[in-house]
T-cell receptor, first 113, second 113 residues
């Protein structure tokens, strides 16, 4: 099993550009989440999903969109990149009982210039 | 919203010394999870505590959940260089939902060999 796969690993964007961060898991997990990690700020929840077709906002959703058309995939879209979105982004998934903790992807390091 | 506070923010120890990080919540938690993130890596799930006063051990790591289920601690005995990293606690979101984890800001542990 690959676990949680995130692509790309690194990305540089210009202000105003849009892009999609990909996330896929092969563990048949119902729950998936996107976090951003900034120095001194810990992990902050952007959006989450409890199943295909169901998404909701987390703590810092502005400037990001998500969709969950399949159980496996949970892409994160940046609509119009801003320097404040420079961060490391992690996708994570867990099963519905959530007794085993989240499995995280290896992350996407995004720089907006 | 729920907040999970973690102290200290940084801890530097000599190899062989003990280490403890503390996690405090403003509300009662249904459970608490602990994660470890190596430098440049992604968070990795360590353990989940559910019961009031619960104590669990993993080799040199001891995890405790407070009687009131509002605090938790992670204690490492005789640290090794392999223990270097940031340790995060995480609690469920509103309503006790584990699909909406709130992370503390973490404690960065460095170990001098």
């Amino acid at each position: 099993n690959a676990g949680v796969t995130q692509t790309p690993k690194f990305q540089v964007l210009k202000t105003g550009q849009s892009m999609t961060l990909q996330c896929a898991q092969d563990m048949n997990h119902e729950y998936m989440s996107w976090y951003r990690q900034d120095p001194g700020m810990g992990l902050r929840l952007i959006h989450y999903s409890v199943g295909a077709g169901i998404t909701d906002q987390g703590e810092v959703p502005n400037g990001y969109n998500v969709s969950r058309s399949t159980t496996e995939d949970f892409p994160l879209r940046l609509l119009s990149a801003a320097p404040s979105q420079t961060s490391v982004y992690f996708c994570a998934s867990t099963d519905a009982g959530a007794n085993y903790g989240y499995t995280f992807g290896s992350g996407t390091r995004l720089t907006v210039v | 919203g729920q907040q999970v506070m973690q102290i200290p923010q940084y801890q530097h120890v000599q190899e062989g010394e003990d280490f403890t990080t503390y996690c405090n919540s403003s509300t009662t938690l249904s459970n608490i999870q602990w994660y470890k993130q190596r430098p440049g890596g992604h968070p990795v799930f360590l353990i989940q505590l559910v019961k009031s006063g619960e104590v669990k051990k993993q080799k040199r790591l001891t995890f405790q959940f407070g009687e009131a289920k509002k605090n938790s601690s992670l204690h490492i005995t005789a640290t090794q260089t392999t223990d270097v990293g940031t340790y995060f606690c995480a609690g469920p979101g509103s309503g006790g939902s584990n699909y909406k984890l709130t992370f503390g800001k973490g404690t960065l542990l460095t170990v001098n060999p």
